[in-house]
């Protein structure tokens, strides 16, 4: 008799949910078989993973039944919400929320939530300090991430709770990295000297796989943080300089600044990076680089992602 597990995997065709089935599709020891939920299954993306072998299940976040076929008989979930996709804190509350309950109603032996912290627990709604957003946030993507975890924690569904790192992928956005007129490049944060975790998107689900492999046992109930390194601004810039060949000057901004740039998201943006700054110790401290090296040995370091990656950045410039 197999004893492959279905591992029902959210945001499959996305960066985390994507980089955990690839994982475990690519692993030929794996015990753990992959159910990807999409809501296009005759996408590019879904298609790919079909052909590496991945079970393809429509399913609706929006729709706690649809999660709850979807959840059905597999061994273990992995949860992630996308707050980008509609910018509706609400929304992701109930994505979450729904995703918890069909956890309950199908009796999920491991599940695996990708949060991030509450930060009205460092700053709260009346500290004018920071600016609240859509009257009852101060940094709606993690809020939202953050209030959800007690809907996991309520239904006693045996859950880990992994709070991720800033995606150097953010690096290759319009916008991340600009032009100076004399031919260098500015990477601009409102961090001011303090580090910032990061991590390769990839490297995200690479540990989620190796917190699966651990088992419920080790860390059901329990908040593992990953990085693959914390960096300065102008450590960032430095690696980037040696990396792509062109200096790259760190620029600080003030988060106000940052907060009115117009694009959509900025007034967040500004109020999230503000956050890790002015709380960058407690911030730091709950993502560990040596934990995340245990999960993942082949855990990237900035250096080693941008040679991996020194041509997409590249290819923007010239585009």
Request: hydrophobic share 40%.
């Amino acid at each position: 008799m197999s004893t492959q597990r279905f591992i029902a995997i959210t945001g499959a065709t996305g960066a985390q949910g994507g980089g955990l089935a690839r994982t475990l599709l690519q692993d030929p020891r794996s015990s753990f078989r992959v159910r990807a939920l999409t809501r296009a299954p005759s996408s590019d993306a879904a298609r790919r993973l079909a052909r590496q072998g991945a079970t393809i299940v429509t399913a609706d976040f929006d729709d706690v039944d649809s999660l709850t076929r979807a959840f059905d008989g597999a061994y273990g979930a992995f949860c992630v919400t996308n707050f980008w996709e509609h910018h509706s804190p609400e929304r992701e509350r109930a994505q979450a929320t729904n995703m918890a309950e069909a956890a309950r109603r199908t009796g999920l032996q491991h599940v695996l939530w990708s949060t991030l912290e509450d930060t009205r627990q460092w700053i709260p709604l009346d500290d004018d300090r920071m600016p609240t957003l859509m009257e009852h946030y101060k940094v709606p993507h993690l809020d939202a991430k953050g209030a959800s975890d007690q809907e996991f924690t309520e239904r006693a569904v045996p859950t880990t709770f992994l709070r991720t790192s800033f995606y150097w992928e953010n690096l290759l956005q319009p916008g991340m990295i600009s032009p100076s007129p004399d031919g260098s490049l500015v990477l601009a944060l409102p961090m001011g000297e303090a580090k910032l975790p990061g991590i390769a998107a990839e490297d995200i689900g690479r540990c989620a796989a190796g917190i699966f492999r651990a088992g419920p046992d080790r860390y059901a109930g329990r908040t593992i943080g990953i990085a693959g390194e914390h960096l300065s601004g102008p450590q960032m810039a430095a690696a980037l300089s040696t990396a792509l060949g062109t200096t790259v000057h760190y620029h600080d901004v003030a988060p106000a600044t940052y907060r009115e740039l117009g694009f959509p998201g900025a007034d967040d943006l500004g109020n999230m990076f503000q956050f890790k700054r002015d709380f960058n110790a407690d911030f730091c401290e709950a993502r560990n680089v040596s934990r995340s090296r245990r999960l993942n040995p082949d855990l990237q370091s900035f250096d080693a992602w941008l040679a991996a990656n020194k041509s997409r950045f590249l290819a923007r410039r010239h585009a």
